[in-house]
Nanobody, 119 residues
Framework: QVQLVESGGGTVQPGGSLRLSCAAS????????MRWYRQAPGKEREYIAN????????HYVESVQGRFTISRDNAKSTLYLDMDSLKAEDTAVYYC????????????WGQGTQVTVSS
């Protein structure tokens, strides 16, 4: 069965760092574009970062660019998000998302992991 399982969330101080992981199974991970999304309290889910199947291309929204780094290890079927200089406004549930780059109709979501940035 297809699974995307996020981990690494927790509570950190402003200015701190955290690494999120998304472990994938049940599909050909290296054929999928991967993304991170987040949903803050009372707000809609928003896209924050993207990485191509071979890691040659990445993209970030302005609010996280320069602070967050998306990466992947295809041998481990794992997606990562390294977050630095965290701010209170980064508090949200973080979700990973998979989309097949070559064949449409194959899209999967994880269940999310909570990140809280608080003094």
């Amino acid at each position: 069965q297809v699974q995307l399982v996020e981990s690494g969330g927790g509570t950190v101080q402003p200015g701190g760092s955290l690494r999120l992981s998304c472990a994938a199974s049940g599909f050909a991970f290296d054929r999928f574009t991967m993304r991170w999304y987040r949903q803050a309290p009372g707000k809609e889910r928003e896209y924050i970062a993207n990485i191509s199947p071979n890691s040659e291309r990445t993209h970030y929204v302005e609010s996280v660019q320069g602070r967050f780094t998306i990466s992947r290890d295809n041998a481990k079927s794992t997606l990562y998000l390294d977050m630095d200089s965290l701010k209170a406004e980064d508090t949200a549930v973080y979700y990973c998302y998979a989309n097949n780059y070559y064949v449409s109709g194959y899209e999967y979501w994880g269940q999310g992991t909570q990140v809280t940035v608080s003094s």
